[in-house]
């Protein structure tokens, strides 16, 4: 080999080193994940969770040590025995869950298991005396159909028909302590133990393999194959192990992960808890006792370790419990004293430049008030009140203006209001606050590059506070200042607007924050105090200006205070408010229409405004960055929100901080640094969230809390599960609470529901309102409808959830009871009088009202005491027939039959009004409340005799 070749190859496997180390370096560096904490405040019972598992409609569930956890994003809804239900479960201590192919989650506590049905909400004890004494480590529901249950002392096959158990696996194993059991993607069952080593069963062969001890004690305490098939085990002594070629049990091939003290590099701990895998990086995910350790280099056993410390967003406890990445790709985090953690993955699209790689004797605030890219890719940063920055992205190197020949002369420079660069004269403008204007000419000599405008240099500056600045189609340069407008030309003839009146106000008591130029060459102003001003005419003329402005008091503009101004590709003219939001010029009223409350967009301020290539509004707001997609019809926008969630500095942005590069590329300023992204570049999440009832509540009084014979009576089924409820007239204040299971970021995820028959239009709600109330419906028959958007802000029209909603009439409004009107309708007037001339007048002194069995008029009058032998004390009902009162002497009560014998036969019975509710007995002669005894409602048939009319 010559000594070329020699140093070539020598020079290549340096750079694949290299390559490789910068890989390393930069993979461990991409690993600085924020951990969100859901606590004891947000619901759960205990901070103590052994297991997170998420079932088939995309709950996720907890497993404590004080009871079973759902949550759906949002809430947390707690299953466990308590004063309120002494005897739910067999135990709090909850270790494992697993669901069935029947909706049932199964749950393993330390005293036995229990089975909750989630179609009808119950909970069933499985009484069986080996599973009773035991505590349920696992829980597994194979593809060929067995129910295995892990225990401490081996594991049985369930059969749920008989209730009976059988051991699983060989004599040898059935007095194992179990830790471990899963089945793989060819179908084995892996069985880990505490002490009694690791174990696979092929059930095509029925053949069980024991695999040589993986550690000193032989210890195999959790398993999870990756998707590569390879099989990884910790050990509860020993650290991590990796078992590639798992099947040949000749050939097999093992690569320990070990622990050790002096190694920040390596594996945290030697107890290993749980292990999994984040698809988004393909990384393998550690619980270890003293944290959680990624591994981010296989072949040099380097991991990535997180520990808890003092910072907001770090890992909430050391004790790593459980780990579970769920159906869409976040991961979940169980800790034993820290509550579960949750961590996204997906690298965002957003760059995030904080500023924290510069340090400065300046610098202690990295708010960025204003942002430019120049045309050869620098980027200027004004900072707060710590002057500004150039940017040099290809080599990573920062200069700050007084660490810059061309601007040392300057000093200290305080807040930097905006940056713009001329598209003429390729001339920087740099406006500050109280300080004037810095002008940067690049074609000018080093160290003279650099020029300062103040009142002491240039006698058209009045007003030093320059806030915005525009060149127009003309080559004149516009600086909106704190009192005014004042322009220079482009042969540097500065000139003065502020003797100009917009109206009767002179244009010197506005602040000038925002300026564009229109496509007739008319100037647009937003001021903060005074709405917006359009400016026409030749401003080297002598009054030649004309003044126009738009604020509320005109009713032209729905807030005075006015941040930012942007004509679009179309040439709309947006602007945006401080508390008004967005809105829209409309050239035929001359007016500005606002648009924030109609689009339903977040927040109440718009402080800059950008566009990409395909036409889209990204406009920085008090809430996070906005994309507001515009289709021909204004009134069919929609939007996405943007917040810290996805990668953005902060929820809040600066005013005017934003702009667009030549590349499309956009930057966004705030109070923590500034985002950059290519719009053309985002991919929009197409997938939706499942959306499910999470709760039915009559009069506040949720689903759980009622009597179990008032649930049978709305529905067999629970709320999630339920396509139907049927409700009595007393029963009509409701509602129904709902929630789409999207956990990346639950909050941007809007809501639409209607009542059919009662809504037409879609009412439309956010994850803060996640319930739709109804009261005092008439009785009949309604379609609730419910759908979801996923955090793109794009509707599910696809999946619309319906529940039939019946309102039962009151008795006094059934068919049943309109017919016994109909029959007891007394005849006309003319009719009765044909009859006897002593009904005239009957149907006037009937009364109109009805009244119960214990109503009482008055006593027996003296008379009638008389005739009939008895005292006048004897009280008199209104509300009660002969045969109502024979039943009363008759002793009636509930469950008791009474017939009344007399020229015709009436049959009565009396209910409960509790146990009756709205239920309507077909066929029968009345059905009243209170008829025969108080409180209860009266049943009667009757029979006509001879001699009745």
């Not at 461990?28 to 969770?49: A, M, R, V």
């Not at 297991?51 to 994003?73: E, M």
């Not at 004037?436 to 506070?465: F, L």
């Not at 309708?825 to 119960?852: H, M, N, V």
Request: aromatic share 12%.
């Amino acid at each position: 080999m010559c000594v070329q070749q020699l140093l070539q190859k020598k020079i290549g496997l340096y750079l694949a080193i290299l390559c490789l180390i910068c890989f390393n370096v930069s993979a461990k560096q991409s690993l600085f994940y924020e951990f969100e904490h859901i606590s004891i405040q947000d619901g759960l019972p205990t901070s103590e969770i052994n297991q997170i598992y998420q079932d088939s409609d995309g709950f996720i569930w907890f497993a404590t040590r004080s009871g079973l956890s759902q949550y759906d994003g949002y809430s947390i809804r707690t299953f466990k025995s308590n004063l309120y239900t002494p005897d739910l479960l067999n135990n709090n201590v909850i270790y494992c869950m697993a669901e069935d192919s029947n909706k049932c989650l199964w749950i393993g506590t330390s005293n036995g298991l229990n089975i909750l049905n989630k179609r009808t909400g119950e909970i069933q004890k499985v009484t069986h005396e080996i599973l009773n004494e035991s505590l349920i480590v696992k829980i597994l529901f194979t593809k060929e159909g067995y129910k295995l249950i892990a225990t401490e002392r081996g594991v049985v096959q369930y059969f749920p028909e008989s209730n009976n158990c059988i051991p699983f696996l060989p004599d040898r194993l059935v007095e194992a302590s179990i830790k471990s059991l899963i089945q793989d993607s060819k179908g084995n069952i892996w069985v880990g133990t505490w002490s009694d080593g690791l174990y696979r069963y092929n059930p095509s062969e029925d053949q069980i393999y024991a695999y040589p001890p993986l550690s000193k004690e032989n210890s195999a305490y959790t398993i999870y194959e990756d998707k590569q098939g390879r099989i990884w085990v910790g050990t509860w002594d020993d650290g991590l192990r990796r078992i590639e070629n798992p099947y040949n049990m000749e050939d097999l091939r093992i690569t320990s992960y070990k622990y050790e003290a002096q190694n920040t590099d390596g594996l945290i701990d030697k107890y290993v808890y749980d292990i999994s895998e984040d698809l988004n990086t393909g990384m393998i995910w550690v619980g270890t006792r003293k944290g959680l350790s990624i591994l981010y280099d296989e072949a040099n056993g380097n991991f990535k370790n997180y520990v808890p410390d003092n910072s907001i967003n770090s890992i909430s406890y050391n004790v790593v419990q459980s780990i579970l990445r769920d159906n869409r790709g976040m991961m979940w985090i169980a800790t034993l004293g820290g509550g579960v953690n949750l961590v996204r993955t997906h690298k965002p699209d957003f760059d995030m430049n904080r500023l924290d790689d510069f340090s400065h004797e300046f610098i202690h605030n990295p708010s960025v008030r204003s942002i430019l890219v120049d045309k050869n890719g620098l980027v200027w940063i004004g900072l707060g009140n710590q002057g500004f920055l150039i940017y040099n992205r290809l080599t990573g190197r920062y200069i700050h203006n007084t660490d810059s020949e061309d601007f040392g002369f300057i000093g200290r420079i305080p807040t930097i209001n905006t940056i713009v660069q001329s598209p003429t004269t390729g001339k920087i403008w740099i406006g500050t606050y109280d300080w004037g204007i810095v002008e940067y000419d690049e074609t000018a000599p080093r160290g003279k590059r650099g020029k300062h405008y103040n009142r002491d240099s240039v006698s058209w500056m009045r007003n030093q506070c320059v806030f915005s600045i525009l060149e127009d189609s003309k080559g004149n340069t516009w600086f909106g200042t704190r009192n005014g407008i004042m322009l220079l030309t482009p042969s540097y003839k500065g000139i003065n607007l502020d003797h100009c009146r917009v109206g009767s106000t002179l244009l010197s008591y506005l602040s000038i924050v925002a300026m564009t130029e229109d496509a007739e060459g008319n100037i647009w102003a937003g001021a903060s105090n005074g709405g917006v001003i359009r400016i026409s005419g030749d401003p080297l003329v002598e009054d030649g200006l004309t003044f126009h402005k738009y604020t509320p008091t005109e009713g032209t503009i729905n807030n005075v205070n006015v941040s930012t101004l942007f004509i679009d590709s179309k040439q709309r003219l947006w602007a945006g408010t401080e508390g008004g939001g967005l809105s829209l010029y409309d050239p035929a009223k001359d007016c500005f229409r606002p648009l924030h409350h109609q689009l339903s967009l977040p927040g109440d301020a718009i402080v800059s405004i950008q566009q990409d290539a395909k036409g889209n509004l990204w406009m920085g707001s008090n809430v996070g960055l906005i994309r507001l997609h515009i289709p021909d019809t204004i009134a069919d926008a929609t939007y996405r929100l943007y917040t810290i969630s996805d990668g953005l500095q902060d929820n809040e942005f600066n005013r005017n901080s934003s702009f667009t590069d030549i590349n499309g590329e956009m930057f966004f300023g705030g109070h923590h640094g500034y985002n950059s992204f290519f719009p053309d570049r985002m991919v929009d999440d197409v997938s939706f969230p499942p959306v499910v009832i999470t709760d039915i509540k009559i009069y506040n009084q949720s689903w759980d809390q009622l009597e179990v014979k008032s649930k049978e009576n709305i529905s067999l089924m629970a709320p999630g599960f339920t396509d139907k409820i049927r409700l009595s007239y007393k029963q009509n204040n409701f509602d129904i609470e709902f929630a789409a299971l999207g956990y990346t970021n639950p909050s941007q995820i809007k809501y639409a529901y209607r009542l059919k028959g009662f809504n037409t239009d879609w009412q439309y709600t956010d994850a803060n309102r996640r319930f739709a109330y109804y009261n005092n419906l008439d009785a009949g028959d309604y379609i609730f409808e419910l759908k979801a958007s996923n955090t793109n802000g794009v509707w599910n029209e696809n999946n619309i959830k319906t529940i039939k909603v019946q309102i039962l009439p009151p008795p006094w409004r059934t068919s049943w009871a309109y017919l016994l009107y109909f029959l007891f309708i007394l005849p006309s007037e003319e009719f009765l009088t044909a009859i006897s001339p002593f009904l005239k007048g009957f149907r006037e002194r009937l009364f109109d009202d009805t009244y119960t069995s214990d109503t009482q008029v008055g006593n027996l009058t003296p008379e009638w005491a008389e005739r009939l032998g008895l005292t006048t004390e004897v009280a008199v009902g209104v509300g009660a027939f002969d045969c109502h009162m024979g039943a009363v002497g008759a002793e009636i009560g509930p469950k008791t039959f009474v017939r009344v014998i007399g020229t015709s036969t009436c049959d009565i019975m009396v209910v409960p009004y509790k146990e009756m509710e709205h239920k309507l007995i077909p066929g029968i002669c009345g059905q009243v409340d209170g008829s025969v005894i108080p409180g209860m409602i009266g049943l009667e048939a009757g029979q006509s005799g001879f001699g009745d009319i």
